[in-house]
C-alpha cells in the first residue's frame, strides 16, 4: 500500500461529512473556540451561487425529477438512487447502483454525498418526537428504550428548530393538538418549555389541506381492530377523532416578533429569528417560501433550510476569529491560510480509514483526496486531531466504521438499519382541490402517532400531498398520454378532461415506523468497492409483521377517510413492484422514505449499544459518531429534527471532553 | 414658541414630501418589473447546453425591485407615525413614464426591455448624492440627496416642537416584520425620531451606498448596508455589475470596475418589447388591448390593496401577493405579442395604468 502524505496540521477536531450534523457540531465547536477540520468525500460544488445554479439547471432538465436529479453522481463519490432500485430475488444480491441489495427485500432509501448534504434534497418536514417514542421497551415491550428521554432532549429541539428556522405555532403541535391518544396522559405536560415558540409562523395551509379538514369533521376511528363508520362508541380509550395539522416546516415565513421585554428563547442575542439563505450574494436576504413546488429535490429561492446554511456560518465564525488572532480587520486583511487554521471544510476527501492506536484511541484518519471530480485518481492523505467525529449519515458512518474494524464490543455496528416504508393511498374528490401548487406538503394527520395499540402494530402519521399523483402514479404526465392514447383525446375537449381530472387528484403519504432488528442491517464486503476502491454498503432488509399490521391499520384507515370524504379510491399496488409485500392476504408496495436510521445506536450498555448518550464510542474514548445512525428507534416523525437536536446535545460532550 | 399652526404646517408639509417619496419609490418598480419581466426565462430558451440564461440580472433587478418594495412600505410607516395619510392610488399622482423623477431635476425613467441603456438608466436612479452638505437644502439631484432634505426636514420640525408632537400616528397602522411577508431587509416601525432615521437611513444605504454624512471618495471600500453580517452591496453598484458581467469583490474599490467572478449576461435573450409602449399603440387590435387591459386591472387592484393596506387594513397587504405573481405571468403575456404596426418587429408590453375600480 502507498504510504499515505502527512497533514501537517493538526486540530482539535475532525469531522467527516457536511452535512446537518457535521454543520452543527462545525458550527457550536467553532464558537466554542475549537479549531474544527471538516472532511467532505462530495466535490467542491454548491459553495457558490454559481454551482446552485447548475444545480437548478440539471434538474429543470432532468426527465425523472428523483431527489438526487439535480445534484452530481460521480464515480468518485457514488450516491445511492431511487431509480436503482429493483426487487431482490433469491439468494443473488442486487448490485444496481451503488447500494448491494441482498434483500429479502430492497432498501428503498437513498441520500446525497455532497457538501450540504442529504439536506439538499429533504422536504423540511421538523417534527419532535413524542415522550413515548423514547421508552418503546418498557411501554409497549418492542424495541429499546432510549438512554434520553424526551424531557432531556427538549432543550436541544429548541436549539435545532431555531437553527433550522422551522415555522410553526407551538400551540398547534402539542400531542393533545395533533389529536393523539398517547399512551401516558404525562405526555401531553410540558411538550414545550413554557414561552417558548417556533422562530417563524407556520406556513399556511393548502386549499387541498383545508378540504380535508372540514369534510373529517366528525370522523372518529378505532385503532383496537374494528373501523367505526358508524359511530358506535367503544368503550375503550382507543377512539381518535383524526386531526388534519399544519406540519412544522424548516422553509422560511415570517419571522415571530415576540412581545416586547419578553425573553426570546434559544437565541442569546435576544432578536427576532433572521431569515436567510444558503448560497449567493443575496443569500443573506433569505427569500421567504413561494411555493414552488419542489422542496424534493431542490429549492429554486433558498426559502428550504439546507446545511449550507450552517456551513455558512461556519465560516463566518471561522473568518472572525481568524481575525481576531492573526490581525487585520475588514475583508481584504486576513489570508485564507490563517481562516484554515481555525475551520477548513476539506471536500473532494473520502475518508477512507480510522486508525486505532495500542490503547483503542484513534490516532488519525486516512483519506483519498482526489483533484478532479469523477476522474478516480486521489493522493492519499492522513489527518491528525484530538478528537474525531464521523458523522456521514448512518449508512456512510457504519460503512467508514466496519472497514476501520472500530466499536466491535456491541457487534450491534452496522445493524437496526430503520426506515420508514412509505405507503401511499390516492384518489380522486369530488370537487377541483388544487394540487401542483405550494409546497409539496403543509399538512398531516398525526393522531395515529401514539396509542395504546403499538404493542401490537407500529403507528404512522399520514401526510397529506399537495402535488396529485404525481408520486403515486406519475401525474401529470400519465394522465396526458392515458387520455390521448387511451381515450383519443385532444384540443380543448383534451384540456377540460385533463383539468377535471388533475384538479381532483388527493394522496396520502403513509410513514410507518419500523423496530430495530438484528438482520436489517449494513455490512461490506471484500467483493464490493467502488471506482475509488471504497467498500460498498451492503444492505439487507426486511419490514416485519409489526409494521405490516401498522400498514394495513394505516391503509384501512386512509380508506374509511376517503369514504368520509366522498373521494373515489384510486390506489392499486402492483404486485411487481420492488416493494411490494403481503400481509393478512393484502398486498401493498412501499417505498424508502429516506430516512436512514439506526446503524450505530445510543445505549447505556456497551453490550447492545455503540455509542453512549452523548454519542461518544464505548470502545473508543476519542471517538464520536453523530447522526441518524445514533438514534436507537425511529418513532413515527421524521428523523431529521431529531437527529439535528442530537448534533447539538454531541456537540456539547464533545466541548466537556476537550477540557 | 411653538403654536399649533405652526405644528400643522409642518405636518403637511412633512407629509407631502413624505408623499412624493412614496411616489418616487413606486415610479422605480414599473421599469425594474418591466426590464426583469422583459428577460426570456427557463423553458423559452433554445439552446443544447444546460445552462439558464440571464438567472443573474434577473436575480440582481428582482432583489433591487423587492427593496424598493420596502422602502414604500417604510415610508408608509414614516407617515403614519406623524399622522399623515399615505396615498398610492390617486391617478393624478401616479407616475406616467417616461418621466423624469425629483420634479424634473432628476434622471429619466423609461419603460424598456432589459438593455445595456436601460440598465445605465436605472444605475443613475440609484447614484448617490455628490456632495450631501448641498442636498440639505432642496438641491437634490439623486434619490439620496432627496432624502437628506427629509431627514433634515423631519429634524427641524421635532426640533421646533418636539418629538412627541410630532409622532402622534396610530401604533397599530405600523408594518413590522410580522405584517411583512418578504425578503429586502428589516421593516422598522417608526414611533419617534430615532425610528425615523434608522428608517430613511436604510432606504438610504440600499439604494446608494454609506454616503451618508461622510463623502464616499476613490479607495474607499463599496459601500454596504451597515450592521449586515453577511456582504452586500447598495444598488447602484448591483447594475454596475450587470453592465460589467461581473460581480463585486468586497476589496474592490470604488471607481474601480468589479474584479469578481462572472455574471452571465446575455442582452439577446430578452422579448424585443417595443420601448415606452401607448394604448395608441394597441388601439388597432382589440386582443392585445385586452391583454393589456386585464394587466392594467391587476396594477389598480396591486394599488388599491397596497393603499388599504398602509391605511389601516393591514392583512390587505398579504392578499396582494397572489395579484403580484398575475402581473409578471400577465405582463410576459404582452411581451410575446408581436405587434403587427411595427412589422412584427417588436412586442407589446405592459403601460402600467391605473384605472379606478367602478364600484359594483
Known amino acids: ?659 | 414658541m411653538t403654536n399649533d399652526k405652526n405644528i400643522d404646517h409642518d405636518r403637511a408639509e412633512l407629509g407631502a414630501l413624505l408623499q412624493k417619496a412614496l411616489m418616487l419609490e413606486l415610479s422605480t418598480i414599473p421599469p425594474y418589473a418591466t426590464a426583469c419581466y422583459s428577460i426570456k426565462e427557463q423553458g423559452q430558451y433554445d439552446r443544447s447546453s444546460p445552462e439558464i440564461v440571464n438567472a443573474e440580472p434577473i436575480e440582481v433587478i428582482r432583489q433591487v425591485m423587492v427593496e424598493e418594495m420596502l422602502h414604500m412600505v417604510l415610508v408608509a410607516n414614516l407617515m403614519n407615525a406623524i399622522n399623515c395619510k399615505p396615498v398610492v392610488n390617486d391617478p393624478k399622482q401616479l407616475p406616467s413614464y417616461p418621466m423624469r423623477i425629483l420634479d424634473g431635476k432628476g434622471p429619466e425613467l423609461r419603460l424598456r426591455r432589459f438593455m445595456p441603456d436601460q440598465i445605465k438608466c436605472f444605475r443613475e436612479v440609484e447614484r448617490a448624492p455628490k456632495d450631501p452638505a448641498n442636498d440639505a437644502h432642496r438641491d437634490y439631484e439623486t434619490i439620496g440627496g432627496f432624502y437628506l432634505y427629509v431627514l433634515g426636514m423631519l429634524e427641524k420640525a421635532c426640533a421646533a416642537h418636539g418629538e412627541r408632537k410630532i409622532f402622534i400616528g396610530d401604533a397599530a397602522r405600523q408594518f413590522n416584520s410580522d405584517d411583512y411577508y418578504g425578503a429586502g431587509g428589516d421593516v422598522i416601525a417608526v414611533h419617534d425620531l430615532a425610528t425615523a432615521r434608522t428608517a430613511i437611513r436604510e432606504i438610504m444605504d440600499e439604494g446608494e451606498g454609506a454616503a451618508l454624512g461622510h463623502s464616499a471618495c476613490d479607495n474607499d471600500l463599496i459601500p454596504a448596508p451597515k450592521g449586515e453580517e453577511r456582504w452586500d452591496i447598495a444598488h447602484f453598484f448591483k447594475f454596475d455589475e450587470i453592465l460589467h458581467s461581473r460581480y463585486y469583490l468586497p476589496t474592490d474599490r470604488l471607481g474601480e470596475p468589479p474584479s469578481g467572478s462572472d455574471l452571465v449576461v446575455d442582452w439577446t435573450a430578452v422579448w424585443p418589447m417595443k420601448d415606452d409602449p401607448k394604448a395608441a399603440d394597441y388601439a388597432s387590435t382589440p386582443e392585445i388591448r385586452e391583454l393589456s387591459d386585464r394587466f392594467n386591472r391587476s396594477y389598480s387592484e396591486l394599488l388599491d390593496g397596497l393603499n388599504a393596506a398602509f391605511n389601516g387594513d393591514k392583512p390587505a397587504l398579504a392578499l396582494i401577493v397572489p395579484v403580484m405573481f398575475s402581473l409578471k405571468d400577465q405582463a410576459q403575456h404582452l411581451m410575446r405579442v408581436p405587434l403587427p404596426d411595427t412589422g412584427y418587429g417588436t412586442t407589446a408590453g405592459p403601460l402600467w395604468r391605473y384605472v379606478p375600480t367602478t364600484e359594483s
Open chain 1, 1 to 659: 500500500m502507498v504510504q499515505p502524505l502527512e497533514d501537517d496540521r493538526q486540530y482539535d477536531v475532525v469531522i467527516v461529512g457536511a452535512g446537518i450534523a457535521g454543520a452543527i457540531l462545525a458550527k457550536q465547536l467553532l464558537a466554542k473556540g475549537r479549531t474544527v477540520l471538516m472532511l467532505e468525500a462530495g466535490a467542491d460544488h454548491g459553495q457558490d451561487w454559481q454551482t446552485y445554479r447548475e444545480y437548478l439547471d440539471k434538474f429543470y432538465l432532468s426527465l425523472a425529477k428523483t431527489p438526487n436529479s439535480p445534484y452530481p453522481n460521480l464515480p468518485t463519490v457514488p450516491s445511492p438512487e431511487v431509480l436503482d432500485i429493483t426487487p431482490v430475488r433469491g439468494t443473488v444480491p442486487d448490485t444496481n447502483g451503488y447500494f448491494v441489495q441482498r434483500g429479502p427485500m430492497p432498501f428503498g432509501s437513498n441520500y446525497l454525498r455532497a457538501y450540504g448534504g442529504t439536506t439538499l434534497h429533504w422536504l423540511g418536514t421538523s417534527l419532535r418526537m413524542l415522550p413515548a417514542d423514547f421508552e418503546m421497551a418498557s411501554r409497549f415491550g418492542k424495541g429499546v428504550d432510549w438512554p434520553v428521554g424526551y424531557t432531556e432532549l427538549r432543550p436541544y429541539y429548541e436549539k435545532a428548530e431555531w437553527e433550522i428556522g422551522v415555522s410553526a405555532e407551538a400551540a398547534e403541535q402539542t400531542p393533545q393538538a395533533l389529536g393523539i391518544r398517547t399512551s401516558a396522559a404525562s405526555d401531553n405536560k410540558a411538550y414545550f418549555a413554557k414561552g417558548y415558540d417556533y422562530p417563524m409562523h407556520a406556513l399556511p395551509t393548502s386549499y387541498c389541506d383545508q378540504y380535508f379538514e372540514k369534510r373529517m369533521q366528525g370522523l372518529s376511528i378505532s385503532t383496537s381492530g374494528q373501523r367505526d363508520p358508524g359511530g358506535v362508541p367503544e368503550q375503550d380509550a382507543d377512539i381518535v377523532e383524526p386531526k388534519v395539522a399544519n406540519t412544522p416546516q424548516g422553509r422560511n415565513s415570517i419571522p415571530r416578533v415576540f412581545a416586547k421585554g419578553a425573553k426570546i428563547p434559544v437565541d442569546l442575542k435576544n432578536t427576532p429569528y433572521k431569515p436567510r439563505g444558503a448560497t449567493g450574494a443575496f443569500a443573506f436576504m433569505g427569500q421567504r417560501c413561494e411555493g414552488n413546488t419542489n422542496c424534493i429535490p431542490i429549492c429554486p429561492v433558498q426559502a428550504k433550510y439546507n446545511a449550507m446554511k450552517t456551513l455558512a456560518d461556519a465560516e463566518a465564525l471561522g473568518k472572525s476569529r481568524a481575525e481576531k488572532k492573526f490581525g487585520g480587520k475588514g475583508f481584504a486583511t486576513v489570508k485564507d491560510d490563517d481562516i484554515a487554521k481555525i475551520f477548513k471544510v476539506q471536500t473532494q476527501s473520502i475518508a477512507s480509514r480510522v486508525e486505532l492506536d495500542e490503547n483503542n484511541r484513534i490516532s488519525s484518519i486516512i483519506y483519498k483526496r482526489y483533484a478532479f471530480p469523477g476522474v478516480t485518481q486521489y493522493e492519499l492523505r492522513r489527518v491528525r486531531a484530538k478528537t474525531y467525529v464521523l458523522a456521514g449519515g448512518a449508512v456512510e458512518n457504519a460503512t467508514l466504521a466496519l472497514a476501520s474494524g472500530l466499536c466491535q464490543s456491541s457487534q450491534e455496528l452496522g445493524r437496526n438499519l430503520m426506515d420508514h416504508p412509505y405507503m401511499m393511498a390516492w384518489g380522486l374528490a369530488e370537487h377541483p382541490i388544487g394540487p401542483f401548487r405550494g409546497p409539496q406538503s403543509t399538512a398531516g394527520i398525526e393522531s395515529f402517532r401514539d396509542g395504546k395499540f403499538r404493542d401490537q402494530k407500529a403507528a404512522f402519521r399520514l401526510e397529506l400531498g399537495n402535488t396529485g399523483w404525481d408520486f403515486a402514479a406519475g401525474a401529470p404526465y400519465s394522465n396526458v398520454s392515458q387520455l390521448v392514447e387511451g381515450e383519443n383525446l385532444f384540443g380543448p375537449g383534451l384540456r377540460r378532461k385533463l383539468y377535471d381530472d388533475v384538479q381532483r387528484q388527493v394522496r396520502i403519504g403513509i410513514l410507518v415506523e419500523q423496530l430495530p432488528k438484528a438482520s436489517n442491517r449494513v455490512s461490506i464486503d471484500p467483493a464490493y468497492r467502488d471506482a475509488m476502491g471504497e467498500y460498498r454498503p451492503v444492505i439487507s432488509y426486511d419490514v416485519d409483521d409489526y409494521s405490516r399490521a401498522g400498514l394495513a391499520m394505516a391503509h384501512e384507515i386512509c380508506m374509511t377517510i376517503f369514504r368520509r370524504m366522498g373521494i373515489r379510491n384510486h390506489t392499486s399496488y402492483d404486485p411487481s413492484a420492488a416493494g411490494y409485500l403481503t400481509y393478512d392476504g393484502n398486498g401493498y408496495s412501499v417505498f424508502g422514505a429516506g430516512h436512514l436510521v439506526g446503524t450505530h445506536r445510543m445505549g447505556t450498555d456497551r453490550k447492545t449499544s455503540v455509542t453512549d448518550a452523548g454519542m461518544r464510542t464505548h470502545d473508543h474514548d476519542n471517538l464520536w459518531m453523530v447522526g441518524c445512525g445514533s438514534m436507537p428507534t425511529i418513532a413515527t416523525s421524521n428523523p431529521t429534527l431529531t437527529l439535528a437536536a442530537l448534533a447539538f446535545k454531541a456537540a456539547d460532550a464533545i466541548e466537556k471532553a476537550l477540557k
